[in-house]
């Protein structure tokens, strides 16, 4: 749901024509996971599937320890919204130039948590937190060099 409002509309800036213009908003899609599901998920007992079943779809999946034999694991995200918060639009323009400026504090980084298996799919270890922290930094694929 999303509601808005003109808080002002007038000259603002030396004879400028401007706009500042509030709202409120809320974004909220998937289920938290909470502090409870992730607790009683055991790590060297728990397999991918019982994984799945306990907490659902995730919402990404990474590789996870590529061994030299070309094997891996995988790590799986969950991640949801439910916030809320104002924002605020400033527009000011002239007959040369025009600008304006949003400001959203609903867009700020996700909680969520994520579980990591080994090649044989069974729960290594999980974490919860901000996606930003859970999440493996982007590195550049390798080129796979065949030996004949």
């Known amino acids: 749901m999303k509601g808005g409002w003109v808080l002002l509309c007038a000259p603002l800036l030396l004879g400028a024509a401007g706009c500042v213009t509030g709202s409120f908003s809320r974004k909220?899609?998937?289920?938290?996971?909470?502090?409870?599901?992730?607790?009683?998920?055991r790590p060297a007992a728990d397999t991918l599937t019982s994984c799945l079943a306990a907490l659902g779809a995730p919402n990404r999946v990474f590789e996870h320890g590529l061994r030299a034999d070309g094997t891996a694991g995988m790590a799986l995200l969950w991640c949801w919204r439910d916030a809320s918060g104002w924002g605020l639009q400033v527009s000011v323009g002239t007959e040369d130039a025009s600008g304006s400026l949003s400001i959203d504090r609903v867009s700020t980084d996700l909680p969520g948590c994520m579980l990591w298996f080994g090649p044989d799919l069974v729960l290594e270890r999980w974490r919860s937190g901000l996606v930003g922290d859970?999440?493996?930094?982007?590195?550049?694929?390798?080129?796979?060099?065949?030996?004949?």
């Open 28 to 41: 909220s899609y998937d289920d938290p996971i909470g502090a409870q599901q992730l607790a009683a998920l």
């Open 134 to 148: 859970l999440v493996p930094s982007r590195r550049r694929p390798t080129m796979a060099i065949d030996g004949g």
